[in-house]
């Protein structure tokens, strides 16, 4: 393909993004970019939170995933639907009923105010490292494919990349992001869908033959039951159920989409069918990544030694022309929501829950805009210094881990809230940043050591409700002192 051809698409695809935001932000205020002024219709919301929660490295890696771990990841998407039904009876009232801007303020009023911003700064560390590294990803795979050939050096597209979600989104903030989501939603999963009939075409399968032959494969295993292994269906269901809470509903820039609906109803019908759509979204990239495996074995290819390699690389090189443009719009659709979302909560998050803007109601609009488009700049800048630093330390390994510690970070955030629901205890306030720390690097050391203390045993994603535990505990200690 031709890297002016794949240019010119991308462009293309902006402009659409551009006219959206024009659309959407006319006449936008604080309250338009924090919370769409509450009017966002909740089909909308849910359909456009399936991308927002795949991002370019569901996009790319779970089909990948399913060379080392099969079907196992559905059990963990099968905990995603008790998560959800938790967020939506438990969390979403709380936040509906407290009228809250950001989930983090909840802290604040429960605790005091150093635990409410240990809530917040953990959110903006996590969401950073976390967002920039998703974005590195795509950006990678763009500079390899397409900007390598041009001789451009990594920081220009980064860059590119940045200004381009400022411009659609400094405006309008979540209304504008709860349409483009949307749009970005329609073109990956078309995506999929389109792949996988062109590899089925490929291979000269029917789409009904293709299923039976994957299901009937060893690659479609969903349960696993050595419990030192990482795949074990238990440790995959919990540990869905607890990700869900931790990564949606206590995370900003997921809770701000649902907060912008009109009423608690309208929130919770999104979450329930956002909730069930998932489920067969996953499922479909999980059966891309079967057939996407049997093509390899079919035609001799040579396996990428990275299984995030697996499909731009059967796409770009072994399909046709068609396929790999169409890959390549999938990629940018799950590229921008993890940037535009990320960008929008944390200026969201910093403004209110560090600048209290909202509380200084002496300061005029224009004065709250000014403010609030200096901290949006100042968040891109910093999520282009992480990626351009990701790709100088060019260590897949190094990446990784810094990924895994950002995850940790909603350990902590777990703890929180759930020791502020489930208990009516007091803590004493000052001494919680030092359990929020403390408690992933216990996680850390525990998981690095795991094999050699505990016989054998590797931890999976269940890290995360240890990390929360410890915490809970914490808190607990901290709660006899108080009292």
Avoid at 70 to 77: D, G, I, P, R, T
Avoid at 399 to 418: D, S
Wanted: with cysteine; glycine share 6%; proline share 3%.
């Amino acid at each position: 393909m031709s890297p002016l051809l794949i240019s010119s698409v991308v462009v293309l695809y902006f402009l659409l993004l551009l006219f959206i935001s024009w659309f959407t932000s006319r006449n936008a205020d604080s309250s338009t970019f924090y919370v769409g002024n509450k009017q966002s219709p909740w089909y909308v919301v849910a359909f456009g939170m399936i991308g927002a929660s795949l991002s370019g490295v569901t996009f790319m890696s779970v089909p990948g995933w399913v060379k080392d771990t099969q079907f196992s990841y559905l059990m963990m998407v099968f905990g995603y639907l008790l998560g959800y039904f938790v967020i939506a009876t438990i969390l979403m009232p709380l936040y509906y009923r407290l009228n809250l801007t950001t989930i983090y303020t909840y802290l604040e009023k429960r605790f005091g105010f150093w635990s409410y911003k240990t809530g917040a700064f953990f959110f903006l560390l996590s969401r950073s490292i976390g967002a920039s590294f998703r974005m590195y990803i795509v950006i990678n795979v763009l500079q390899i494919f397409i900007f390598d050939q041009w001789n451009l050096p990594f920081w220009i597209p980064t860059t590119l990349f940045i200004l381009l979600v400022i411009i659609y989104t400094f405006q309008g903030g979540i209304k504008t992001i709860v349409w483009t989501d949307t749009l970005q939603t329609t073109f990956m999963l078309a995506t999929v869908f389109l792949s996988i009939y062109f590899i089925s075409q490929e291979l000269g399968f029917s789409l009904n033959s293709l299923i039976d032959k994957v299901l009937e494969s060893e690659t479609s295993k969903i349960i696993f039951t050595d419990w030192n292994d990482k795949r074990h269906f238990l440790k995959q269901f919990l540990s869905g159920t607890f990700t869900a809470i931790a990564m949606t509903g206590l995370d900003q820039e997921m809770m701000q989409k649902n907060l912008s609906c009109k009423t608690l109803k309208d929130a919770q019908k999104n979450m329930f069918s956002f909730s069930f759509v998932l489920v067969f979204v996953n499922f479909m990239f999980l059966f891309l990544g079967a057939i996407i495996y049997m093509y390899v074995a079919a035609k001799g290819i040579s396996i990428p030694q990275t299984t995030d390699d697996v499909f731009p690389t059967i796409a770009l090189k072994y399909l046709q022309p068609i396929a790999g443009l169409i890959f390549i719009i999938g990629l940018i659709s799950a590229a921008f929501p993890s940037a535009d979302g990320a960008l929008t909560s944390l200026t969201t998050s910093f403004c209110v829950d560090f600048l209290n803007l909202k509380k200084k109601t002496h300061l005029s609009e224009r004065e709250i805009k000014k403010t609030r488009y200096f901290v949006h700049f100042s968040f891109a800048f910093l999520l282009l210094c992480l990626i351009v630093l990701f790709k100088t330390i060019n260590d897949q390994a190094v990446i990784q881990k810094l990924f895994t510690v950002a995850g940790y970070t909603y350990g902590p955030l777990l703890g929180l809230f759930a020791f502020g629901l489930f208990t009516k205890l007091n803590v004493r306030d000052k001494f919680v940043p030092c359990v929020a720390i403390l408690s992933p690097i216990i996680c850390f050391l525990l998981s690095t050591h795991s094999t050699i203390w505990f016989n054998g045993y590797k931890f999976g994603f269940e890290l995360l409700i240890l990390n929360g535990l410890i915490t809970f505990l914490g808190l607990f200690f901290l709660s006899l002192k108080k009292n």
